[in-house]
């Protein structure tokens, strides 16, 4: 445990941005799934938007932009595809 009070405010810091970056991660992840598991192509495009939202929530704290940038690229090849 740290002893120093700027080192104490870090550590309440680092675990309160962890919980945060966890739940966005899981978040992401369950809505990208989602696409998979939808059935016709308008719940596809409705699970999308939803999964970009996410992806772009990810960018802001945790994830590197073309790393999202990619993925959605992929996930809109996978809804066209399924048309």
């Excluded at 810091?13 to 939808?38: E, L, Y």
């Excluded at 772009?56 to 992929?74: E, P, W």
Aim: proline share 1%; glycine share 2%.
């Amino acid at each position: 445990m740290p002893k120093i009070r700027s080192a104490k405010k870090a550590l309440r810091q680092n675990i309160k941005h962890k919980v945060a970056n966890t739940k966005k991660k899981r978040d992401m992840k369950v809505a990208v799934k989602a696409i998979s598991k939808a059935a016709s192509v308008d719940e596809k495009k409705k699970a999308l938007s939803g999964a970009y939202k996410k992806i772009d929530k990810a960018t802001k704290s945790f994830m590197h932009k073309n790393k999202a940038a990619r993925l959605k690229s992929r996930l809109a090849k996978t809804v066209n595809k399924s048309k």
